[in-house]
């Protein structure tokens, strides 16, 4: 059976607040653990109007102490944006209070534009050029300390936190080929290089303490309704998001509208469909069609399925169909040797 576990970005809706996007995402997270999702993981984003995970670790200790046995983790932290030492603290203490849990996915963008990202790190000599090393220096505080070490991460040294890299790009999946660390692709919003970036990834891939063989976690669009119609029109919402970034004019989470034609042109439609090429829209046998026909041509070890639906109630139905049709992938499915558990 391959995985099936959530992404979430702690939406802000019309109409709410961050302190209702955080009671929902633990609610989600709570029914996710029950119908059998591997891991829960939250996304840094800043200065976004509809994105309330900014403070992504302070968010996974809010998920993490409300369940019980669901993994949580980072989808991911931009390590850009922070010194090394700081996030093997907070991982540290993480993996500390809930341990055997916490999961550390690792991007390399700074998750919003340029001013913010230069508010948050105060210059951008810390940039992205310098991720391997960070995520280099971040591994070796995890490490237990030798003796003369005067730079600790307390909590954080001999722990068991799993460091996984995300991407949009070659970059990443190079790199996690290099470390031997399991990869995770944004296929939900720049599938462009996903071929490409699986393939390099698990050709060059080698060996390591972390993880024997490529482990690949492809990231997809999912929005499961009883008919296909009522699923179109919840997908409107996350089209109206995708439409505004595009725009310049990011804002909240907008309820669904019946028809997208009168909204965007066809240009900006073909924009859209082109960044969500990898959804997955309508009944649970349509969405079951789609899946089936990914999940053998990618070959992946683990889907994480998000999905930014106004409607809570909506959303919650939507990750149960979700998590009833990889049930019946699963039974379906010849039997196969299970990917190394993560």
Known sequence: MVPFSVLDLSPILKGFDAAQSFRNSLDLARHAERWGFRRYWLAEHHGMPGIASAATSVVIGHVAGGTSTIRVGSGGIMLPNHSPLVIAEQFG??????????????????????????????????????????VLELQSYFRPATPGQRTRAVPGEGLNVPLWLLGSSLFSAQLAAALGLPFAFASHFAPEL???????????????????????????????????????????????????????????????????????????????????????????????????????????????????????????????????????????????????PV
């Open 93 to 134: 203490t993480l993996e500390s209070l809930y341990p055997g849990r916490i999961d550390l996915g690792l991007g390399r963008a700074p998750g919003t534009d340029q001013r913010t990202a230069q508010a948050l790190r105060r210059n951008l000599v810390a940039s992205s050029d310098s991720f391997p090393q960070d």
């Open 194 to 340: 996903m071929w490409s970036a699986i393939e390099m990834y698990r050709e060059q891939f080698k060996p390591s303490e972390a993880l024997a063989r490529p482990y690949v976690m492809l990231c997809a669009n999912v929005f499961a309704a009883d008919t296909d119609a009522e699923a179109t029109r919840l997908f409107t919402t996350l089209q109206q998001h995708f439409l505004n970034l595009q725009r310049g004019t990011p804002g909240i989470m907008q309820p669904p509208v019946d028809d997208m034609d009168a909204r965007w042109t066809e240009l900006e439609r073909a924009r859209v469909e082109h960044s969500l090429a990898c959804s997955f829209v309508g009944s649970p046998a349509t969405v079951r069609q789609g899946l089936e026909r990914f999940l053998q041509r990618t070959r992946a070890d683990e889907l994480m399925v998000t999905a930014q639906i106004h409607d809570h109630a909506a959303r919650l139905h939507s990750f149960e169909l979700a998590a009833q049709v990889r049930d019946a992938l699963a039974a379906s499915a010849p039997a196969a040797q299970p990917p190394a």
